[in-house]
């Protein structure tokens, strides 16, 4: 299972240099990741397919390895200085059971959502669905801050919160207007807390279906981070 | 009050792009800030010497205008797509007087320390310490993070942590060994929450230095974001 490639021009190089595009990652449903972490992260949770080193690697023994070049780690990596080891890994068909959903309305910076997924697997929280254009789990600056976390919890794209709604989930979303403290409201039985977009917040579509909206009480400016909200906001829902 | 310069090697541009380094940043404590969110929050609070635009620009009457051409905003710019304002802006000296002080030891993604200055601001802390090698106030990415907050709160970079606990503040330190949970502490009087580095935590210095360690409960995963932490453990001790 160790095959050595050193040619730019091998097609196995150029079908992963091919996965730097978004929409051929979804579609094949194939990425790559980069360093240690991420790759012993994958491994652990089964979504690991294959490995890239310039040398062999004895940690991942039952999964195919490509021995390379500096100069195909350079064309493969999205850091100035490559890591010593690319992964190509895929997701694990998921489905989001459980009580506790986090729902990202249109979302946008991948380091914030990432940070988000991070957070509500420390928290337990049961999957994170990424709606409404938010930041695409494929990308890598989302998968990086994840730290790995996006191999052990369940994030989706492609569930409404209309859908949510229908199959008996409380709707309660973040918002600065018409707003209680959050610390006023306690969710009765299963529910989806709901955060908007970084400049606009939720959006009108996201406000009809809500149930509740809450906010943090802040001085001095009108607006905290929304993965910083999101991270307060989860650790007072958990139940802890 | 209006210049125009359209040539590189004019020296003013020539001193601008050299505000580029760090080191002359701060010690000329004169940096550059791109956009008009960071350029009128600076300019609201008298921290505001000079703009560059493309054409007039009528909101800073009383500022130094410089108009100039693309060829030079791309120089200046970090940003792939050039803000069309630039702003030359210093940091009002600051002490810092109050009861609740941020304390950053050796925090050193800029995203992070950019991001704990703003929630600091929007729960009226007194002020923030990037201490023992924490990302500067200098670095870009940190200033454009604390989406302006850092022109409204006192941060400052040479007060050492035994000095706080010699003018009697209490040090509250964050750690995930022999701490308690966050909720069975309370502190009474002015005193200083520390949030250590993204990978090693606290330093052993710190760690002598603090009066009691405290954490937050994690499942499935054995760290959260700093930011995330600093966001939720200085909402708690905000004591509204």
Sequence with gaps: MIKVITSVKNQLIKDLVSLKSSSIKKKENRFLIEGDDLVSL????????????LEENLSYPDIEQIITSEQIFEKLSNNKSPSKIIGVA??????????????L???????NVGTIIRTALSFSYSGVVLGNNSASMYNDKVIQSTKGAIFKIPVIENISLSLLKDKGYQIISTSLQNACNY???NPNGKFVLVFGNEGQGIS?????????LIKINMDHI??????IAAGILMNHYRGE
């Design 183 to 185: 610390k006023e409201f």
């Design 204 to 212: 009108e579509e996201t406000l009809k279906l809500s149930d509740v």
């Design 42 to 53: 994958a491994y652990e949770n089964n979504q690991l397919d294959m490995i890239l080193t």
């Design 90 to 103: 895929h997701f694990s068909n998921k489905e989001i059971k459980g009580d506790r959903i986090i729902f």
């Design 105 to 111: 309305d249109n979302v946008q910076d991948p380091g």
């Design 222 to 227: 009108d607006s905290l981070n929304v993965a």
